[in-house]
Nanobody
């Protein structure tokens, strides 16, 4: 059974930094696309960033230059480094994964579409406040 476990959430002041982690277990895979999404109270779930097994990445506009998605394939872990956070970054952050081919293509908007992903974590809360 595939399991995604997020960690690293918490409270941070505006302008600060935080790193989220997502560990994947229960599956052996070589090809994948993984992503971070977030959902603020009263708002729809939105994409943050995505990365594939070739290391290609894609970001939602408001986090470009502030957030970085990366991976440690040996540890089945994907990270989201959040720098210069803003109050509007406050949300529950979810990790998502897809292993079935064809994978979401980094040449399109697919990696930032939540409907492209089969597996999801439970989420971790990030609160940005002074």
């Amino acid at each position: 059974q595939v399991h995604l476990q997020e960690s690293g959430g918490g409270s941070v002041q505006p302008g600060g930094s935080l790193t989220l982690s997502c560990v994947v277990s229960g599956v052996t895979f070589n090809k994948y696309c993984m992503a971070w999404f977030r959902q603020a109270p009263g708002k729809e779930r939105e994409a943050v960033a995505a990365i594939d097994d070739d290391g290609r990445s894609k970001y939602e506009g408001s986090v470009v230059g502030r957030f970085t998605i990366s991976q440690d394939s040996a540890k089945n872990t994907v990270f989201l480094r959040m720098n210069n956070v803003r109050p509007e970054d406050t949300a529950v952050y979810y990790c998502a994964a897809e292993f079935r081919t064809p994978l979401p293509s980094m040449r399109t908007a697919q990696p930032l579409d939540p409907q492209e992903y089969t597996y999801w974590g439970q989420g971790t809360q990030v609160t940005v406040s002074s």
